[in-house]
């Protein structure tokens, strides 16, 4: 067990985790099982927490290995929120090895890990963003930025923003490599059953079996470590099945990594490892979430929805091709 998150180190806990009428998260081992079971709501009563939904459930004290008490937040935020403003939080839980600014233009680079981390984000409002900088000038900066790094120029494009930018460097050879949805939820309203049948395992950090997984190489686990992250392990009788990644900025958590074992594909370990990690986000006392998917992974999208997830707004990637 020495990969569950250090934040949750296992303790002697007190006879009841939290005054009565606090809002807790309190993690549960059962006798002669590997995996955690992790109940979020209100305590009312020393074994007794009450869920979002009205169900309530009954615990062991002596099964407690960790508890915190989770804020109430006094004032709900509109749910309306800047898509630039978004897509800064989101830069930061995905940070790139390097990042130069022409203006607000961000240019990011990863040794090739990723096209988010390895694009240009036209940040500085609608039109063209604000590069500072005559735009033609501005274009090829950013095309010989790449160039020395020997990789491709590639913008991250935003429709509802850019649309003159988009037809500007279309012009020049760009071409968009399909579309993103941006999806986001208030974690308070998501659709999570009970999931004390489920074994997950939760790490500060990506580990191997994680990593193979994704088949990832270090420049991959480099980038992530440098966001304040939880990494689940989602098992099937001692088996990774499913892993996903939640990243933690200012008040957002942000939704990656998720992926199901070849084998295991179209068995609902898709669904229950996004369960698990929308639970897991909710006992950290983070209120919203994200996620980026491809707009024709039909069935990702029906996992995230049924979960409460809407979409936000769209992003390309445009390439120039040469």
Do not use: C
Request: no cysteine.
């Amino acid at each position: 067990m020495s990969e569950i998150s250090a934040a949750l180190t296992p303790a002697v806990p007190p006879p009841s985790p939290g005054p009565v009428g606090a809002r807790v998260s309190i993690r549960l081992q059962m006798p002669g099982e590997d995996g955690y079971h992790d109940l979020l709501g209100y305590l009312e009563a020393g074994n007794l927490v009450r869920r979002k939904d009205g169900t309530t459930t009954n615990f062991d004290p002596a099964h407690v290995v960790a508890w915190r008490q989770v804020p109430i937040s006094p004032t709900t935020r509109s749910s309306a929120f800047d898509i630039e403003s978004l897509e800064k939080i989101a830069q930061q839980n995905w940070m790139p090895e390097k990042i130069e600014e022409i203006g607000q233009w961000q240019l990011r680079s990863n040794k090739g890990f990723s096209f988010r981390a390895n694009s240009t984000l036209p940040l500085g409002g609608k039109g063209f963003g604000a590069p500072g900088i005559e735009l033609t000038q501005a274009i090829s900066r950013v095309i010989d930025f790449y160039s020395d790094l020997k990789q491709p120029a590639i913008f991250q494009i935003l429709p509802s923003i850019h649309q003159e930018l988009e037809r500007s460097i279309a012009a020049l050879g760009f071409r968009s490599k399909g579309e993103v949805r941006f999806e986001t939820i208030r974690i308070e309203n998501a659709v999570i059953p009970d999931l004390k049948d489920l074994e997950v395992r939760i790490s500060d950090h990506p580990t191997d079996e994680w990593l193979d997984l994704h088949a990832d190489t270090a420049v991959g686990a480099e980038l992530m470590l440098r966001t304040p992250s939880k990494y689940l392990h989602l098992y099937e009788q001692s088996e990774l099945v499913a892993t996903s990644r939640a990243a933690f900025t200012e008040d957002w958590a942000g939704i990656s990594r998720v992926r199901v074992k070849q084998e295991k594909q179209g068995q609902g370990m898709g669904r229950k490892i996004m369960l698990a990690t929308v639970n897991e986000i909710e006992s950290n006392g983070v209120e919203r979430a994200f996620l980026q998917v491809e707009s024709e992974n039909v069935n990702a999208l029906a996992i995230y929805h049924s979960i409460g997830f809407s979409l936000h707004h769209y992003l390309n990637y445009s390439i120039l091709e040469n």
